[in-house]
């Protein structure tokens, strides 16, 4: 018999709110200002915890890079768990590390990317993928 020990709990914690299916999510993103300047999407996080994130039944993950090629993200010895959807999406963008990190217990997708330049993954943890949920019913796929 053997058994997985992960250490879920972290210094700091981004908690979705429990009372409706829209839990919470961390977006990276580039954006140009009105005055045409260029803000660069990066996170940097480490030993951070993310409980409860993403939009129930969509892509919209709890982690999630859309369009963000200017800067440099990295997560590092960070926990995503409790997902109402997807648990990370790395979409269109560029220069992200994901590192020594634990990823559980997801709907769907645990790790999505597409599109991506210069993206790193080391010794990371994927587990606990169920599948998806539609409005409270179960699909099997046959």
Not at 6 to 29: A, C, K, M, S, Y
Request: hydrophobic content about 40%; some cysteine; glycine content about 10%.
């Amino acid at each position: 018999m053997r058994g997985e020990v992960l250490l879920l709990t972290r210094n700091i914690f981004v908690r979705g709110d429990p009372e409706d299916n829209w839990g919470g999510q961390v977006l990276v993103t580039d954006i140009f200002e009105d005055d045409g300047s260029w803000r660069k999407g990066q996170l940097i996080f480490d030993y951070v915890q993310v409980y409860n994130c993403s939009q129930e039944d969509t892509f919209k993950a709890a982690l999630r890079w859309e369009g963000a090629i200017g800067g440099t993200s990295r997560v590092s010895n960070s926990a995503v768990h409790g997902s109402l959807a997807w648990l990370t999406s790395v979409y269109k963008s560029n220069n992200v590390e994901l590192i020594s990190s634990t990823f559980v217990g997801a709907r769907a997708i645990g790790m999505h990317s597409d599109y991506v330049r210069n993206y790193k993954l080391t010794n990371n943890f994927i587990g606990d993928v169920s599948d998806r949920l539609f409005s409270g019913v179960k699909v099997v796929d046959k």
